[in-house]
């Protein structure tokens, strides 16, 4: 497996437009996570999934935020419009549901920076 | 919900000393807690954990132990190398029975390592 697969890696815009971002997971993991990453505030966690239904969006920071989970594997994660404090690190994670062997380990994207000028 | 805290924001050590990383949570159902180092540029990597019924593990350099009573957990790494620096994330994590996962994270610990 390739592992997660996030797009674009790099992203800049101008204040205003519209972002979407894009993520894989690794196939058989039901659980997807959005994480945003900034040096201020750290990894804060966005939204996540279980089999493709939103569970807790409670951490988006506001209705210009939003995400999608069409299929087990794609999810987008949407912007709209952009402002510069958005301007982070976007990770998207998967994982396969707790069982009786292991633990929910999380594995990262490569992560999509953003930039909004 | 959780909040885990974490302690401290940045720690800088000699080669070869021992670095230690705390973290506190507030959800008493937290049940397992991983820990990711994060090199600069890259993704979060898990690198250990522990599940609430075990109190001490052990992988080489690194240790994490664990006090369910006061809610604390901490990761020990002897011996440090250049190679450690990096940020560090202890998490918290729970799966009632019947609920869904949920992973919160610390606000990351950045450890330098000076040769």
């Known amino acids: 497996d390739a592992g997660v697969i996030q797009s674009p890696r790099h992203e800049v815009t101008e204040m205003g437009q519209e972002v979407t971002l894009r993520c894989k997971p690794i196939s058989g993991h039901d659980y997807l996570f959005w994480y945003r990453q900034t040096m201020m505030r750290g990894l804060e966690l966005l939204i996540y999934f279980n089999n493709n239904v939103p569970i807790d969006d409670s951490g988006m920071p506001e209705d210009r935020f939003s995400a999608k989970m069409p299929n087990a594997s794609f999810s987008t994660l949407k912007i709209q419009p952009s402002e510069p404090r958005d301007s982070a690190v976007y990770f998207c994670?998967?994982?396969?549901?707790?069982?009786?062997?292991?633990?929910?380990?999380?594995?990262f994207g490569a992560g999509s920076r953003l930039t909004v000028l | 919900g959780e909040n885990v805290e974490q302690h401290p924001s940045t720690l800088s050590v000699q080669e070869g000393d021992s670095a230690v990383i705390k973290c506190t949570y507030s959800?008493?159902?937290?049940?397992?807690f991983p820990w990711y180092k994060q090199e600069l540029g890259k993704r979060p990597q898990l690198i250990i954990d522990i599940r609430s019924n075990v109190g001490e593990k052990k992988d080489q350099r690194i240790a994490v132990t664990l006090n369910k009573t006061a809610k604390h957990f901490s990761l020990h790494i002897t011996e440090t190398q250049p190679e450690d620096s990096a940020v560090y994330f202890c998490?918290?994590?729970?799966?009632?029975?019947?609920?869904?996962?949920?992973?919160?994270f610390g606000t990351g610990t950045k450890l330098q390592v000076i040769p």
């Open positions: 959800d008493s159902a937290s049940n397992y």
């Open positions: 994670a998967s994982s396969i549901a707790w069982g009786g062997t292991g633990a929910n380990v999380l594995t």
């Open positions: 998490a918290a994590s729970r799966v009632p029975p019947g609920g869904y996962q949920k992973v919160t």
